[in-house]
């Protein structure tokens, strides 16, 4: 048996099919995987046992194309993607059988359930979605201080993204207690290089900033081996999850409802209540940004000590 799942584009809706992706195998028992999708997700679920190759993707349909071109024929295809582009790329996978993800079909619950629920649909079985799972191989580093994680990005949206100057501040109020990680891609090295910069100005140096200059699998391994993270609604926070890393994660124009950690029983939502929410834009539609603007260090501060 050959299956070939196309994953999700976002890294954190990527880890968020795992527990889809296990009971489909457990259903098909000794199975062969092969996996295509976006580069990143594609290398955060690569570890997994079963896989025996992977695909990436890029935007260009050209590219697209050809490595479409050159996937062999398999038993059954699953997409968790359901835009124009993924149901047109369908038509070129040679499968005997092919079951596609949809949205406007999977409306209630989480994110994690909604990929689960497509699964049982599709197999016609019933199991229960569990935890966020990764086959990283991560070894705990030997530390005489805990170790802080600040991951102001999110590859979504500046909607999504909470001010530098929050991170900083409460940076500096843990910075006695903690040594300091600031994580994010390549769109996030200007708001870490002001974190950074506040920092400094603080007399603050116990931190490193690896904004951009970490692979998937390091960065795995970087947030495996941290005490707490604060995080916006991203992909490192869904892979604090699977890693059960305690979380303090700030919510502002998405549904925490939908998208919040999965089975993480150490975390915390810091999040407003305002009738604009959840808008669910990349950027704020009413130009004030309240849903993030108006959450305050010391909501911060405070689930981070609740959670120590």
Known sequence: MKILIELPTWLGDG???????????HHYGEAEVYLVGSFISVEALKNNPKVIKTYVLDKN???TFKVLQSLEEFDVFFSFRGSFRARLMKLFIKSKVKYQFNKNIYLEGHQVEKYN??????????SIPNS????????????????????PGASYGSA?????????????ELST????IIFGGVREKEAAKNIEKYLIEMGVNNYQNLASITTINELISQIA??????????GPMHLAAALQIPTVAIFGPTNHDETSQWMNKKSIIVKKNLECQPCMKRTCPLKHHNCMRLIEPSEVLEAVNRLN
Request: hydrophobic share 40%.
């Open 177 to 180: 207690r903690y040594d300091i």
């Open 225 to 234: 081996n941290l005490d707490i993270l604060i995080t916006g609604d991203s």
């Open 132 to 151: 966020l799972k990764l086959n990283a191989k991560n070894k705990k580093e030997e530390r005489t201080k805990k170790l802080l994680g600040l991951n």
């Open 117 to 126: 629920n497509f699964i049982n649909e599709s197999l016609k079985i019933n």
């Open 15 to 25: 880890v968020m099919t795992t527990p889809a992706i296990e009971n489909l195998l």
């Open 61 to 63: 349909f050209l590219n």
């Open 160 to 172: 999504k993204r909470w001010h530098p100057r929050r991170f900083s501040e409460v940076a500096i």
